[in-house]
């Protein structure tokens, strides 16, 4: 029986977990340093997870087997204190390896992200394992993250899970300090009949993905057998790809009228650095992975 504890769990993926893990009848501890909402349908204890003593307690207490560590200073944010976000993504993670080993958690998930790639990456299709040279503080941090999730794994048998997301498009939850955040703001304009100043350039192409494809992507991950695993560190997924531009125009095709500009910021440079579309075969053909939702279909629940 499962018993899981989800850090960073009022986040954009966390709330997405606790819907699925509430519906299959899953004991779940949520924790976060913000406050819940009344209505969170699983136990929240307020926990930093840069506090090791405080998050070994709550495992034991609650008899926790397997963690999924969400915690992160995303990309665009992090460039405004590289030095925390190095602090809070690498420290909680080697806080919940160090927790997870000596209690003897049984499998741990841990988001990677298409930031791990680089310049030097192929960004046209960037395959499972090219050059990588990270020119965010977020990606260097998540490079750094695979690297340990490999080694622990080979030192310890820490059974440690990862995907390397893209861009995951919410409605409900709301994701903080992202270079791919613009395609959910632009979605809520049109939702809300607001026009829309983009980012990003027009042209600029990211890969992305529904939130049920995520959380079913971690799911499946978590719940194959481990030898059929090949990669230790992180595996690629995706979507589809998309330009702000392609966006405008298939958001206007749906007869909903949106004025959307561009005024290129600091997050273009983040944007130039990461692919614009993800070979994702490997996914595929270890642990059964393909995407459900097109882009169109990602669409229709955006706006139905
Ligand atoms: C970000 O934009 O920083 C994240 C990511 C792709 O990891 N959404």
């Not at 009344?38 to 506090?51: M, T």
Request: glycine letters at 4%; one cysteine or more; a neutral charge.
């Amino acid at each position: 029986m499962e018993r899981i504890l989800i850090t960073g769990a009022l986040g954009q993926l966390g709330h997405e977990f606790i819907k699925y893990f509430n519906n299959k009848d899953i004991f779940v501890l949520a924790t976060d340093i913000k406050d819940p909402p009344k209505n969170l349908p699983c136990l929240f204890e307020f926990a930093d997870v840069l506090n090791k003593e405080r998050i070994d307690l709550l495992v034991k207490k609650y008899k926790i087997n397997t963690v999924y560590h969400l915690v992160a200073v995303l990309s665009a944010n992090g460039e405004k204190n590289p030095y925390n976000s190095w602090k809070v993504n690498m420290e909680s993670f080697q806080n919940i390896i160090e927790i997870s080993v000596n209690n003897k958690i049984k499998k741990v998930f841990w988001p990677s992200s298409i930031a791990v790639f680089g310049t030097e990456s192929n960004l046209d299709f960037v395959s499972q394992n090219p050059a990588m040279n990270p020119e965010t503080i977020y990606g260097v941090s998540k490079l750094a993250g695979e690297k340990l999730a490999n080694y622990y794994f080979n030192r310890f048998e820490l059974d440690i899970r990862s995907l390397r997301y893209p861009g995951i498009i919410s409605i409900d939850t709301l994701p903080g300090g992202g270079t791919t955040d613009y395609i959910i703001e632009m979605l809520n304009s049109a939702k809300n009949k607001s026009d829309y100043t983009c980012f990003l350039n027009k042209e600029t192409r990211l890969p992305m993905m529904y939130i049920d494809d995520a959380i079913e992507a971690a799911i499946k991950l978590m719940s194959v057998d481990r030898k059929k695993l090949t990669i230790s560190s992180s595996y690629n997924v995706t979507g589809f790809s998309i330009t702000p531009f392609e966006l405008a125009n298939e958001i206007k095709s749906r007869g909903i009228d949106i004025t959307v500009d561009y005024k290129p910021d600091f997050r273009q440079e983040i944007a130039n650095s990461w692919p614009k579309d993800i070979d994702d075969s490997i996914s595929n053909k270890d642990w059964g992975w393909s995407c459900n939702f097109s882009l169109k279909k990602t669409l229709d629940k955006v706006f139905n």
